[in-house]
């Protein structure tokens, strides 16, 4: 049964629709890719400032210590400059300085009550829009206008949401208690962002953190999951090898060979042994190397990552893997220098609070599918948060909100049902509305 | 003692001297890598028809067929547009159409007498020419002005001296007998061009064969090596391996790894048995594999060589080597393209050829210093003319001609001491003016 | 509640405790490996046929097209001598020529009913049992008096126990309908016996199908696990690799390597890709090449297996270590022969009879702990019994018996508590006289 | 021209044949391997104490430090049991304990002369004699009594020879000058001998040391080559690793995989790059590990072998194949131990000494054919004492004396002509005699 609050929010993003719709495909044709997301985070900031929430960002919101795969100064000042050049206040900009391009917005409300965090991701993918015929972003003129970028994963989407939801709260706030933080998180891609923001403590304080992704395993509009399961943990590292370079007919002797330590290092990583607790994966994505077909080879980059079922076996296939580039180095009397690229912990929504998504789920009777359980059987750094809640004795949880998909997540002709941006909004802004009501679940 | 012909020619030779370095300069000024000589061989086609040569070239010079490593068609025509655009004459380049650029001059004396032929490499490196201080073609202005391209070898001075030569022996005509063919041969670096040029059959009615190299092992002017020993046989190749590409994380064993495909091979390719009848080599000088780290790599492609101490053995290295590269890709149940990109033979030098030039190079004087023996250690198509002469019962022969340094071949600081193309010409016109005086050696 | 039936049954079991120590110690001494128990398999099918039982065991037992991992006749035959040599009936003994010293006991009772067949193994360990101090069987005068043997896997129990049931369920004959198939299999290490009486159409007629093992992860005489899950399907294998010897300083080339392609094929099958739907596993457990130092090792055999959560799985991992070994075996142009040695279902028990067996041991009232669910996390050829079975339609179930142990299993000083004899023929015989008393369950 | 000495000699040898023959098959039939020739060295030292040699045995010749692949003091004590009762005098085989079996005979001449070294080796084979029709040593009575021993290389008859050269020069005490050595060496096979008795400083004080071997490339009695080229420098190791075993399909995680290890050793060992200043080998001969198929091999041990075309190429391969070992043993985090075995030099002939063999050889007009050069291609520790000598500013030589042989070295049918055997005893004991008669050669 939907109560009074419930039914004010339905009607809140309803008509929010259109707005949503125009800015999701804004911010679509405007793709910044991980510590980029200058002119996104920009926009975030302001919008959240005129709803009257406090706003932090830059080094108030990321501990720049564990920013993984930061880009180069070089393609960060670009990134700020295009920014700037497509509408973003400089001012923002200047703030996030460095790639530090998370933002937060907090409201408290006027009784105590818990603290409510809501997480939304900003970046987009490396990956070039395809203009194929057929492809509406492509069709209706707003796919990217930025080189190598495209939001083909909806993150466009959960920005939006994320602002849709900030201003219901904010409509509502005289009947809500407690505190509500929106997190808006740069670089999930390559699982990056959320360390960072964890790390600088933006959820020491939170009691319920709730996250959403659009379609993935829900591939129909107006169908959702309310526990998601079977987050893997994984690390990403990049390895460079460095050896010499010798003439490979006159003095072969004389070289160092970083192409056969990096083959011999994907090889053995792979051999990695599977553990017998769950699932583990190890994958080499990338190996690069070599300069000429009569040089030994005196450089070799490999890209890869592990996982496992929990963060305990992605710890052994971590160790694992960061002996066996030392010992490929060994082999080949070459140096590695080994760098972490990106994380997620495992974990497991709370299930308490996620069966309280799936009851506020069925009473808003919107939903034409309410399903419970479903195995994500891949990595969302959102897993950083919910660990960091759960182990100071707080709940979260992940869901999906079904959305039709043009195309797969990733691939150049991805787009989604823009019904999905209120379907999504109303669950968010639903159960984080619910839970600031009342001091207990 | 020298004759009479060999003095008018040493007094021929240095009066051609300031014209000589500025040709070289013109041609160090426009260098182009193998195939794409359209500029270079134009002129040198040119030059042989003023001098009253019979001048072949395209398809008249080079057989199609066994055109190895060859650019793309794009690459092509825009070289062959920029050599225009460089002032070469326009129809001259387009006979060379495909990159055919080799070409071949080639003058009937009035009596009977054997059929003399010299080799000339026409073709730059792809080495970006360096623009730092001291770097004496960048300070007087001859440096590079194509992209990535340098003649980083000397064959810019190669083919200054074949022009020079085939003036010097224009002038003696009257005293000469017999043929002499003067092949202007392009892409030797990576061993691909002399090949196209055997199998046309260009060196099929030659008796002897001359070849000759600036620098290399004698690093001073003045010096000359006349039985350069321990060419080694090589071949080059490719091989691009196809898998299936899958994510990582959610569905592994769906993938069909072309990375480790290829990993796997390059570690198998190093451990071919060594060959108890000489030296052997095989080198993986690239390997470049995968697009992204959480995708199971489905292309790969790698850049090997093998080399023999005679083509035997080289034949054993590139026969395992093949095996090897097809096996690791049924190993990971990938397909395996490989495709043959330049190869030398392995050869000797006709030893009474080589101690002719020695004779001539003594009874000359002008040299400070001659060397019976050198060993090369490396390889060099030329071995293909060679090899092709001497089983039909020719001779053929290469030098090594002094020049001093100002660094190795193929680095960017390269260049070399213009006297020594004073003393290149004088020695092959010498030698080749010799043979022509006789029938028989 | 125990029943009339229960009642008789554990007062006989009881009664017949001695003589179960006796017959046990008896097995124990005379330990028979796989397709070698004579003498075991001639005691069971004497005593059988004595307590009334039709009997059947040769080629009426085993299809001897589906004995894996069989050995030599020699072997066999040497076996068989020694059998002989140690009490067994030689007519008996010859009726099991080849190995095939599977045995079934078949009783029909009186009124129409189910088929039930219960399943012992019979086999012994490849294990030199231990003679230090405090090893009870050495200390108590029946340890192992056959070479390189030893049960050390509590088969000795397990038979012992099937011949209780025997004797129990023949002293109840009148009560019962149906018919019951008491099976007793040979080779169970290894996995390598189920099959060969699966394909010879043993259970083919069976609707219930029960099986048992004394200790593993029930190490408490008086507890008991009824549903034990888990079960890996797995596949076990020989290859041998023949290549070709060479003197390793004067000619390498001449030899083709069976080694390097051995070495080769273990790293590659440790990288075959794990898989997404559930456990996997492969294991390289022997490696063995060579013949001397300086020479090209000719000969390599490598013993393997794989895993997998379920048969599909497994099937998986056999398909792609099959592609690798033959690769790795051109990757060194030597031969490969692969020959399957043993192999196991993956399986889980029938919800509804693990359900009848917790019912029954809950009600006998002499377990002191009665666990429902236990995870196996191994390979019990029992699976293709249970599998064969519940394709037809029927059911079946894997109980584990708690027996304190000395050891581990497979350990030099394995031993277990005697008095799990009794709990064990009493849980078997309580159930499959049920299961004989009605039609349905 | 032969000399009067030579007359002599040549007689003295004629008259010794028989005996040459009898000594020979006694000891062909009494084969004792590397370490274990205490009958051997028990019947050569009391030989050469008869004849009035001052002998050395036991600690005395070796360096017990510098003992390679020495056998296990169980293995060394039944050796020296069983010469014992094969009729070796015990109080030899005393002083031989430890497997010290080298012997020493010197003989000081009144005038002051030159120091001459002649070193022959004792030790049989592993190999297990072959019992076909047609084998000389089977059919005539004297083929091996010791199990896995035989003379397969000659041994029995350098040792004979030695006797004889012995015998000869003892004869001619009166005319000599200087000092005569006799060094009866152990464990030439595998290479492990020489060390030891060169670190007792054996040759410290001697100017000229030969050596010769039967057969090999000179297959015709009657023959001899004096130039013996091309030693490969050698190092022979064992490489033992050690991991920790785990069930492979219950908990493969917590196992360290030895067999991995060494079958990765084994594939980058066989990778090492090849030298360009001359032939290198590599080999890794055997490689056995594991313990069963379920269970992660946690043994596993390889025995290989480095070779060079000089020491300073075989030091490359050592270096670099003990970098390897760490490394594989890293990779999979298991323990190394590496242990040197065996080792020989690489050498030249002393060119002046080789040609003074030659001209005896000629001389002396017995043999048919007198080759100068001769590749040996092989490896033989006579290096050693040649490369200590030539340090010391004297000289060494090796000589092939030619032989009709039955099979090839190391064959189970190998078998020699016995007549070669008063070959090598002439030219040794000439060229010895007439060192001995002069100051300077």
Redesign the interface.
């Known amino acids: 049964m939907r109560n009074t609050a419930d039914e004010k929010i339905l009607e809140l993003a309803d008509k929010m629709q259109k707005d949503m719709v125009k800015m999701r495909r804004d911010i679509h044709r405007h793709p910044e890719t991980g510590w980029t997301e200058f002119r996104t985070a920009s926009l975030v900031a302001e919008k959240l400032t005129e709803l009257g929430y406090d706003v932090r960002t830059g080094s108030e919101a990321i501990n720049e210590d564990y920013m993984m795969g930061r880009p180069s100064e070089n393609v960060l000042a670009e990134a700020a400059k295009r920014a700037v050049a497509q509408g973003a206040a400089a001012e923002w900009v200047k703030k996030m300085k460095g790639g530090m391009t998370g933002v937060i917005g907090t409201m408290v409300f006027s009784q105590d009550g818990p603290t409510v965090a809501l997480r939304f991701d900003m970046d987009a993918n490396d990956v070039l829009e395809t203009t194929e015929e057929g492809h509406r972003p492509y069709e209706e003129g707003f796919s990217s206008v930025n080189d190598k970028a495209m939001h083909a994963c909806g993150h466009d989407g959960h920005t939006t949401v994320g602002l849709a939801v900030a201003a219901i709260l904010a409509a509502l706030r005289a009947d809500l208690n407690g505190k509500i933080k929106l997190i808006f998180q740069p670089a999930e891609e ?1 699982v990056r962002g959320a360390k960072a923001m964890v790390e600088n403590g933006d959820v020491d304080d939170v009691d319920y953190v709730l996250g959403a992704h659009f379609g993935f395993k829900m591939k129909k509009t107006g169908s959702i999951a309310c526990n998601v399961k079977g987050f ?1 943990a ?1 690390s ?1 590292y990049d390895a460079q090898f460095t050896g010499m370079p010798a ?7 004389e ?1 160092r ?1 970083a ?2 330590a ?3 290092a ?3 990583l ?2 990695i ?5 769950g ?19 005196d450089k ?1 980059l490999i ?3 592990t ?1 496992g079922a929990n963060s305990e076996i992605n710890n ?1 296939m971590e160790n694992e893997a960061l ?2 580039l ?3 180095a ?2 080949y ?1 070459v140096k590695v220098d080994i760098k972490k ?1 990106g994380g997620a912990a495992g974990a497991d929504n709370s299930q308490n609070l996620a069966q309280y998504i799936k009851n506020k789920a069925d009473s808003l009777g919107i939903f034409d599918n309410v399903v419970t359980d479903c195995a994500f ?3 969302e750094d959102f897993s950083y948060f919910m660990e960091k809640v759960q182990k100071n004795g707080g709940e979260g949880a992940y869901m999906m909100v079904g959305a039709d998909l043009a195309a797969g997540h990733h691939d150049s002709h991805f787009d989604f049902d823009e019904k999905a941006l209120g379907y999504s909004a109303k669950i968010l802004a639903v159960c984080a509305a619910g839970l600031l009501q009342k001091k207990d679940l």
Chains 1, 2, 3, 4 share one sequence.
């Open positions: 390559g893997l994984t990403k003439h490979a007919g006159a003095a072969p002797e070289g060979n192409l056969l990096a083959a011999c994907a090889l053995n792979h051999a042994s599977r553990h017998s607790a699932a583990s994966r190890i994958n080499v994505g990338t190996l690069n190397a070599g300069s000429g077909r009569n040089v030994i080879g070799a890209q890869f990552e996982r052994y002996r066996v030392k010992a490929a060994d082999m009397d690229m059987g891949a990595s």
